[in-house]
């Protein structure tokens, strides 16, 4: 099923009559069968977005079509989602096959066809075993299992999730994170999730929508996004380490960082942002990028250097993943020169990329 | 050491309380038990007979209002409670879907409970009034006769109906205010997720709004039996002294309506007993019921 909004819009009025715009002319199409990760720091408007799809929320304007189907005024009920909540609303006073079971019961299906297709669908989530049991005898990982069953059950036509992880604890996260994933290709059901956390929307999104104060800045593939990112906020929001911001200038078509010399630009001579990824530096014998290491952080195969940053701040540190092999020690002095497809330039007014 | 520092702290703080309790209520119900014991008990001359165990039971069933004074209580009890149990969770549920003027409704239905109960009990006893009272004119509107509710030679049912209108009524605004607290602090995101999975409201109500409410219903369910085992001012505010419609005296006695009438006759030898013996029936009937109400709802009742 392919979703798509069409300027859609959410205005929330206080009692003060104050207006918030949540979500700002929101234009985008969600493939069918895919699994979608909508992605911003909190307040983007996200959530409002995921809850407008689901018909909890009104549009303030705008419209959502399912594949053909305008359903912008039809009712959550009517809309055939599934819907997975941040902390599950699991009914407590339910075992879990009566809460899997419960969007059939409303559908009238008959009850031994309704227990098997409960089973099966726990059996999907990895649960099968804990029908019996209360919510409040489940761990974390079982109730947001249970909250996907429970959602996958009546087979929607649209999976959504809100922050599906953000109750789990650090490894749990990841296995959850990935069975989503397989079970999101089983059933080959559109899926549309939440998240603030980057990695997550990253490791399992086929595409991802990166939003800021209700206004979506840029959708794709995770990798293309981050790759190519369009602005400033994007560059900034995704990846860790974060990208390093410097300030520099374009100066006789070469690009300047202080005094460094960072290679030719076509661009015309401007002050821009330069945003160089952490793993886009290379130590070199000779640069004019000259830094000295204050920190050096071996995790695994990586090498973290914490340098600080001469060329514009005394202050300041940044940080550059460097292969394992190089042998630099806190205090050294090294130089450095950057990858160019690591390096982004961006407009010092707008944030947006220059190319 | 430590312990018992804070030992000696929690009996200060709870001293107040206890102290009441004690002079009030365990040195009473102590004393009804011992009385109950006595035989002939003068209560002037501080004289009894020696001791029995069944003697002033036997005078209290054996008095010729024991019969009707269990019958009006049950009724008033099984009626009253299910009843009003049941209006006053609609009511709830119903105020906590409205948005427009929820406060003043809220106010409307909480005032009965700051109400003095004998003054309500003659606003409906006005109320019921054959000539000028409010239900037989609305009756009168859809072409009903006149019923002599709670006048002279009003019958005993008609008598208890307007008792029963009157209690259901008077019982219900803290019932309301239990459980409307109840629902607001049950988590809006339930009714999402039924919503989003179709769930009809009349489904949604039985299958979780009650269960979720089910401790508010459980604690109101047992207080309000408990409460309504001991009716006795809501017929004194209705029908005064008589305990019924005039010329049908005391048609509407309960059971600790006996226990005050023993207690009339304290100069009497036994009497004081005899109030001791009703009072220890009402407390062993109130005790089995509430010890049935919480084995029934061990199953029902979702904390």
């Not at chain 1, 205090?331 to 010092?348: A, E, M, Q, R, T």
């Not at chain 2, 009703?278 to 089995?288: D, P, Q």
Request: aromatic share 10%.
């Amino acid at each position: 099923m392919e979703i798509k909004l069409n300027n859609l819009t959410k205005v929330f009025q206080s009692k003060k009559q104050e207006e918030t715009i949540a979500v700002n002319n929101l234009d985008i199409t969600i493939p069918s069968g895919k699994l979608i990760g909508l992605l911003g720091p909190s307040g983007c408007g996200k959530s409002t977005t995921l809850y407008m799809i689901s018909g909890l929320l009104k549009p303030t304007a705008g419209s959502i079509f399912f594949g053909d189907d305008d359903v912008t005024t039809v009712p959550p009920e009517e809309r055939g989602i599934g819907l997975v909540f941040q902390n599950y609303a699991l009914y407590p006073h339910m075992t879990v096959q009566q809460n899997i079971m419960f969007p059939l019961e409303n559908l009238k299906v008959p009850k031994e066809e309704a227990i098997k297709q409960a089973q099966d669908i726990a059996d999907l989530v990895g649960i099968g075993n804990l029908m019996n049991r209360k919510p409040v005898q489940l761990s974390g990982g079982q109730q947001q299992r249970v909250a996907i069953a429970r959602a996958l059950v009546k087979k929607p036509r649209v999976l959504l999730l809100d922050e599906p992880l953000s109750n789990l604890d650090a490894r749990l996260r990841l296995q959850t994170r990935e069975e989503i994933k397989r079970i999101q290709r089983e059933t080959g059901i559109t899926t549309i999730f939440v998240t603030h956390d980057q990695e997550e929307a990253m490791s399992i999104s086929d595409e991802i929508v990166l939003m800021k104060e209700g206004i979506a800045q840029q959708k794709g593939a995770p990798q293309e996004v981050y790759d190519v990112p369009t602005n400033l906020f994007v560059a900034k929001f995704l990846g860790t380490p974060p990208i390093n911001i410097f300030d520099g200038e374009i100066k006789g078509g070469i690009l300047y960082v202080g005094d460094a010399d960072l290679g030719k630009s076509k661009l015309k001579d401007q002050e821009v942002v330069v945003g160089i990824r952490p793993e886009g530096f290379k130590v070199v014998e000779d640069s004019s990028f000259q830094a000295h290491v204050e920190f050096v952080e071996t995790i695994g195969r990586d090498t973290t250097l914490i340098i600080k940053d001469p060329h514009t701040d005394e202050k300041r540190t940044f940080r550059a993943i460097v292969d394992a092999d190089e042998q630099i020690k806190p205090g050294d002095n090294i130089k450095l020169s950057v990858k160019p497809h690591k390096l982004f330039l961006f407009d010092k007014k707008t944030g947006e990329v220059l190319k | 050491m430590l312990e018992e520092k804070h030992n000696i702290k929690a009996w200060f703080y709870l001293a107040p309380a206890l102290v009441l309790l004690i002079i009030f209520t365990f040195y009473p119900i102590f004393n009804a038990f011992f009385l109950v014991i006595l035989k002939d008990f003068n209560y002037l001359q501080g004289t009894y007979q020696g001791f029995t165990l069944t003697e002033n039971f036997v005078h209290v069933i054996r008095n010729q209002n024991f019969a009707q004074a269990m019958i009006n209580t049950m009724l008033i009890t099984f009626v009253s409670v299910p009843v009003s149990v049941v209006i006053a969770l609609l009511v709830s549920v119903w105020l906590n879907a409205i948005v427009k003027l929820r406060g003043t409704f809220q106010t409307i239905f909480f005032l009965p409970y700051v109400t003095n109960a004998i003054a309500i009990g003659m606003a409906f006893a006005f109320l019921f009034n054959r000539d000028y009272g409010l239900i037989n004119t609305a009756m009168g509107w859809i072409g009903l006769n006149p019923v002599n509710w709670v006048g002279l030679g009003a019958t005993w049912r008609h008598a208890m109906f307007s008792l029963l209108v009157y209690v259901v009524w008077g019982g219900m605004a803290f019932k309301i205010m239990v459980f409307l607290s109840g629902l607001q602090s049950i988590d809006k995101q339930y009714y999402d997720a039924a919503r989003v999975d179709s769930t009809k409201r009349s489904r949604i109500f039985r299958k979780i709004t009650v269960p979720l409410l089910s401790p508010m219903i459980f604690y109101i369910t047992i207080t309000s039996f408990i409460g309504a085992f001991k009716a006795y001012t809501e017929v004194i505010g209705m029908f005064g002294q008589r305990l019924g419609p005039a010329g049908n005296d005391r048609a509407l006695i309960t059971v600790v309506a006996l226990v005050y009438d023993a207690l009339d006759r304290s100069g009497v030898p036994g009497a004081l007993s005899e109030a001791a013996a009703a009072s220890i029936i009402l407390f062993s009937i109130t005790l089995v019921f509430t010890l049935i109400n919480m084995q029934v709802s061990k199953k029902r009742v979702h904390y």
